[in-house]
């Protein structure tokens, strides 16, 4: 059996669902969207094992550009995806929380000079010498700290997997399919793709195929015979409890790398294996010796509070892991026009799920960028060799 869309979306995650929305809203599209989701119950997705967190405190202009109008976007959730006939609008449960970066002496000048793009970017970002953190957050070990940087609007933490559900029930009822099957191939006609072979013997053909497979991407992009520079990197979220609450306290980046956050009455926090360990695939098992020997180490030395806390509840989840610069890659191949790209986020695709929908959607259905210029993260740079680094990266 072969079914037939304007449009196959491979991945239903934040990301997927996301451009099947923003492209069956879209006045000037009238076409057939298809969404292929292999685990209709998302258990492995992303989008539902993500600490669900969103900053303007990126070193790239892009970045934060799409941080800005996904936190507007959140903030307006209710009126942008409510259904008719739902009793309740959606509801994410955003907190605006803020992050902060802490640096040593050896990191103040990086955190100063990322401070001048977030600025020239309109992010209200806030740089903090010991002094002023001690007086603003008096729970905060300050040894080894020369600086810190703290995003006072716009910035805090969700429901990922809410915002991924609603986005998903949104676009259903804009008339969007979602195929509960695996793509397993893609047919080439010349030098274009003429449909996506699933697992289950169907065919569906398309016009346009986006590639919006998460930590699965490069299995996507090699049924098409395109190496994509993304790998499935497992990260743990641990969730304890402490005896006792910090006040107003943000999202807190440690001079380790090894982050965490309130989540209600508890805290959560993670951090990167080491980079002998850090490999594609591993399974979304939680490895328990990130906590006991370097996520609890770090954060008792920042937080004397955390010397004596309770872990009560742990999982793992899967980075789309861009090996090559740690940025997003979006947007057709520059050979295979009519397969685009929507991979690599690094750990920060919840957050621009809102944005990279909508970029996406006006590629499709105008040819280019309209509302945010993301031409810099065009495969292109990936064959020229021209790296777009982000170095704020967490985790």
Not at 26 to 31: A, D, E, L, R, T
Not at 118 to 133: F, I, K, S
Request: net charge negative; hydrophobic share 45%; glycine share 12%.
């Amino acid at each position: 059996m072969t079914a037939t869309a304007d449009v196959a979306i491979v991945g239903g995650g934040a990301i997927g669902s996301a451009i099947a929305y923003f492209l069956a809203g879209n006045p000037s599209f009238g076409g057939r969207v298809l969404v292929i989701e292999r685990d209709p119950s998302y258990r492995r997705a992303s989008s539902a094992l993500s600490a669900s967190s969103i900053r303007q405190q990126f070193s790239t202009p892009e970045n934060i550009r799409m941080s800005r109008f996904g936190f507007a976007f959140l903030r307006d959730v209710a009126s942008h995806l409510a259904v008719d006939g739902d009793d309740l609008p959606p509801d994410v449960g955003l907190v605006e929380g803020g992050y902060l970066y802490l640096a040593g002496p050896e990191g103040a000048a990086t955190l100063r000079e990322i401070h001048a793009i977030q600025g020239a970017e309109g992010a209200e970002v806030v740089l903090l010498e010991p002094a002023e953190l001690a007086a603003r957050f008096p729970w905060l070990g300050l040894d080894g700290i020369a600086l810190g940087s703290l995003g006072v609007r716009g910035e805090g933490w969700f429901d990922g997997y809410g915002l991924m559900q609603a986005f998903r029930r949104k676009a259903r009822s804009l008339g969007v399919e979602y195929v509960p099957a695996e793509a397993s191939g893609i047919r080439l006609d010349g030098v274009r793709v003429a449909g996506v072979e699933l697992a289950n013997g169907e065919t569906v053909a398309c016009g346009t195929l986006v590639n919006a497979a998460g930590p699965w991407a490069r299995e996507v992009a090699a049924m098409a015979g395109i190496a994509l520079p993304v790998e499935a990197r497992r990260r743990c979220v641990f969730v304890f409890d402490a005896r006792g609450r910090l006040a107003d306290c943000p999202l807190v980046v440690d001079t380790s790398g090894a982050w965490f956050r309130p989540e209600g009455a508890s805290f959560i926090g993670g951090t990167s294996p080491p980079a002998g360990e850090d490999r594609h695939g591993l399974p979304l098992e939680v490895d328990h010796r990130q906590w006991e020997e370097a996520l609890w180490p770090a954060v008792a030395a920042r937080v004397p509070l955390f010397d004596a806390v309770r872990v009560v509840r742990a999982w793992a989840g899967y980075y789309e892991y861009n090996t090559v610069d740690q940025n997003a890659i979006l947007g057709p191949h520059p050979e295979v026009t009519n397969l685009l790209f929507a991979n690599g986020f690094s750990g920060h695709g919840i957050q621009h799920a809102p944005a990279v929908g909508r970029a996406t959607a006006e590629l499709i259905v105008h040819g280019r960028f309209v509302s945010l210029d993301l031409s810099s993260f065009g495969f292109e740079r990936l064959a020229a060799g021209r790296r777009l680094v982000e170095r704020n990266v967490i985790g």
